[in-house]
């Protein structure tokens, strides 16, 4: 089976629903790697025995040096994939030495609304539709060819939350999907 490696800086939520739907089913969750020792995420993987692996930014004396160590652990899993899940990082020319191809999930219709947030600035916007994209990494910040995009119509009473949570649930199915679609296109 294929593997996919995990990048994930915060809660998990879709860390979590990855191990769910699609681990040992359609592809192997080799590892799953923070930079953050306090992500939510880490006990989430744990609990189903996801190898977890912490390169805390906040040890390194530079964004390349960090992005070497990255590298070299992602590359010791050999994966056919990288997923980043809510990994917040800005990413130097190093990380693309990387041998293995990464996707990213950004909770916006691209190229609108690039960047950490978002899922604020899509809500508070004028446009009438919310929605997901996954996109290729590259080294422009949520600039690569998108994947995957879904959206859904903005409620008259739409709130913050109701928002972030139709965000999430379209995450959940897209994510999965488009990681399979993927895998299966790769030669
Ligand atoms: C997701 O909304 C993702 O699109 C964005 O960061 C969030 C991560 O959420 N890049 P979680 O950590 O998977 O719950």
Sequence with gaps: MKKIVILFSGEGSNLLNLIKTIHQKECIIA?????????GGIEKAK????????IDHTLYGSREAFDAELVRTINSHSPDLVVMAGFMRIL??????????????????L??????????????????????????VTEELDS???????????????????FTDKIHAVEYKLLPQTIIKVLSSNK
């Excluded at 609990?47 to 912490?54: A, G, L, M, N, S």
């Excluded at 130097?92 to 219709?109: V, Y």
């Excluded at 690569?144 to 959206?151: F, L, T």
């Design 144 to 162: 690569g060819s998108v994947i995957a995009q879904e959206s859904f119509e903005k409620a008259d009473d739409e709130t913050l939350e109701s």
């Design 47 to 54: 609990t189903y025995d996801i190898p977890v692996e912490v």
């Design 92 to 109: 130097s020319p190093i990380f693309f030495t990387l041998k293995t191809k990464a996707i990213n999930i950004h909770p916006s219709l």
């Design 111 to 136: 190229p609108l609304f690039k960047g950490a947030n978002a899922i604020g600035q899509s809500f508070e916007s004028s446009e009438k539709a919310g929605g997901v994209s996954i996109h290729w």
């Design 31 to 39: 590892a799953a790697i923070t930079n953050r020792p306090n992500a």
